[in-house]
């Protein structure tokens, strides 16, 4: 069977997955979206995204027009549709077709897209022999001009900091808040080790709340691990004995330099070698069964 993707209520071939110049998820990137995996047969944390992304909307003054349930199951069923049991879910709301103003009353109803495809990660030596990551030049966007814990469509600010990493010939920026505080990296939270101790920016500072992020936090402390959600600078990204990233598509991910300081031994290190395997056994362990009866398609 072709690829098949969920538009507004019906699945329809690839090629046949378009949405129009006219929608202000393009004209304005004027919407939300999930980022979502697949493992072994079931959803990762599905009810955790969806949750995001409802809450994403409402605070966009969006109303998604299928109501949770039903979103729920065509994510499962563009799983199964796509034979994908390992893999990724892109799951987007755009405002909808309007005019050329950017007044969202415009746009009657907003489009939902649902894109279920394989995954591609980052190369397997980086987690072998880990990132180089740059402290951007480039801030975050504070909070109180458009609130992080919104997944939106805008993501130019993070794809300006990518730039930077690409034409720097890093492999991840992280960006400071405009206060001078470590946030997050473009697509993936961060957190440091030092002296045993796990640190990572808290929600105040201005970040994505990812899945992840909340994931390894809950296994490192029933570890009896000790986490805290604070404020960092790049000099505690430079001295800590460990950092690593996490994020939806990254898993964790370990860094070894960041602006060109080595971090710890420069290789990846034990607390962030026990959580990914702890993150692994969590995703073998838990998630929501893609083959389950019946569907409404
Ligand atoms: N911060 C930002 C800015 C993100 O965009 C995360 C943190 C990590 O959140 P999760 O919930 O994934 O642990 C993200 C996640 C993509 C893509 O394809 C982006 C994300 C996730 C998945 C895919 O660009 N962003």
Same mark, same amino acid.
């Given at each position: 069977m072709s690829h098949q993707v969920y538009i507004n209520g019906a699945f329809v071939d690839a090629e046949h997955a378009v949405i129009s110049v006219w929608d202000h998820g393009f004209l304005y990137g004027d919407g939300v979206f999930e980022g979502i995996r697949a493992y072994h047969g079931r959803v990762f944390r599905l009810d955790q995204h969806l949750s995001r992304l409802y809450t994403s909307a409402h605070s966009i003054h969006l109303e998604i027009p299928v109501p949770f349930d039903e979103v729920r199951d065509a994510v499962l069923e563009s799983c199964r549709r796509n034979e994908i049991a390992d893999g990724y879910v892109r799951l987007v709301v755009s405002r909808g077709k309007g005019d050329l103003g950017l007044d969202p009353r415009k746009c009657s109803t907003p489009s939902v897209v649902i894109i279920a495809s394989g995954i591609s990660l980052y190369p397997e030596e980086k987690y072998r022999d880990g990132l180089r990551l740059i402290v951007s030049s480039v801030q975050r966007t504070p909070p109180q001009c458009l609130d992080s814990r919104i997944k939106s469509l805008n993501y130019l600010n993070n794809?300006? #900091? /990518?730039? @930077? =990493? %690409? +034409? +720097? %010939? #890093?492999? @991840? =920026? !992280?960006?400071? *808040? +405009? *206060?001078?505080?470590? +946030?997050e990296c473009t697509a993936e939270n961060i957190f440091t080790v030092s002296n045993g101790v796990i640190r990572t920016p808290a929600p105040f500072v201005g970040i994505l &709340? $990812? !899945?992840? /992020? $909340? =994931? !390894?936090i809950e296994v490192a402390r029933k570890k009896g691990l000790v986490v805290e959600e604070t404020t960092l600078t790049s000099h505690d990204l430079f001295v800590a004995d460990e950092v690593f990233l996490t994020g939806t598509g #990254? &898993?964790?991910i370990p860094v070894v330099t960041v602006s060109g300081r080595k971090v710890g031994t420069g290789k990846p290190g034990p607390v962030f070698q026990q959580l990914l395997s702890d993150f692994r056994a969590l995703t073998r362990a838990e998630g929501t069964p893609i083959q389950t009866v019946p569907s409404v398609f």
């Open positions: 794809i300006l #900091a /990518r730039i @930077e =990493a %690409n +034409t +720097t %010939n #890093a492999d @991840e =920026a !992280v960006m400071l *808040s +405009t *206060s001078g505080h470590v +946030t &709340e $990812g !899945v992840t /992020r $909340g =994931a !390894v #990254a &898993e964790l």
